[in-house]
């Protein structure tokens, strides 16, 4: 079944912050947080930098009515930088890879600050895109 979340950027401090969540909602992480050095090396990919390697790579906790909010740690090794604007992020989770790939080409025209649709190393074809009206979208389709 499709769903939507919402996914939020931070820069370092995502597990204090998710802490502090799952207390106010009284919920449980959907799974292990997971860190960055949880991630398989990337070819291609400089080695993270000691004080990154601790950081949050994905959290997830429901919230209300089925909502999941979701969260990871921007690198500055890798040039993010947090600011108001790409901060928050529209995740959708379609029943399909055709459906998330018409959503995707539907969004993303126009827009910017796209990385386009890969299969990723969790199981997923995953994209992203800032679409004409600067609303940040990550597609997240499950195989």
Not at 8 to 28: H, I, M, P, R
Not at 130 to 135: M, Q, T
Request: hydrophobic share 35%; with cysteine; glycine share 10%.
């Amino acid at each position: 079944m499709s769903k939507v979340s919402i996914y939020l950027n931070f820069q370092g401090n995502t597990e204090e912050a998710f802490n502090f969540y799952k207390s106010v909602f009284k919920t449980e992480f959907v799974g292990p947080v997971m860190k960055m050095s949880d991630v398989p090396p990337q070819p291609g990919m400089p080695p993270l930098p000691d004080n990154e390697k601790n950081a949050v790579m994905h959290v997830a906790l429901p919230i209300l009515g089925g909502t999941i909010l979701q969260a990871t740690d921007m690198l500055e090794s890798m040039g993010h930088k947090l600011k108001i604007g790409n901060n928050t992020t529209i995740c959708l989770e379609p029943d399909s890879k055709e459906e998330t790939e018409r959503l995707f080409n539907a969004l993303s025209g126009g827009g910017s600050d796209v990385m386009p649709l890969q299969d990723m190393f969790w199981g997923a074809y995953w994209g992203t895109c800032l679409d004409k009206y600067g609303i940040r979208w990550m597609f997240n389709y499950q195989k």
